[in-house]
């Protein structure tokens, strides 16, 4: 499953343009490897909030439902959620390795 972020351009009254998060999907921290979420850039779903690890080990909110971002800070954000997506596809892509090769059942008698 990947993440699902659904925006809508928006201009305020002051003129600043920039989105407005309507939608957000993406998995829980429980259902993520602790491989994936215990290092950086990690990000998951907090009800209505998309949350990461990307500065040092503190925990933020990336994204929030029903917020209003400006067109660089929108950018920006999605830029750590690829990267954070990337991450995750390359700790799954590890771990799959690692089941595929750590196979079977030993009888150890002592």
Not at 37 to 47: D, E, K, M, Q, V
Request: charged share 25%; hydrophobic share 35%; aromatic share 8%.
């Amino acid at each position: 499953m990947g993440i699902k972020i659904v925006a809508e351009k928006e201009v305020l009254g002051s003129g600043e343009q920039g989105w407005r998060i309507k939608f957000i999907s993406a998995l829980p921290e429980d259902k993520l490897p602790l491989l994936y979420t215990a290092r950086n850039p990690s990000c998951w779903l907090s009800g209505c909030d998309l949350m990461g690890n990307r500065v040092g080990s503190r925990i933020h909110c990336i994204l929030s439902k029903g917020s209003f971002y400006c067109d660089q800070e929108f950018t920006d954000k999605l830029k750590c959620i690829r990267d954070c997506g990337d991450r995750l596809h390359e700790n799954n892509k590890t771990l799959a390795a690692k089941r595929v090769t750590w196979t079977g059942t030993e009888t150890y008698i002592i």
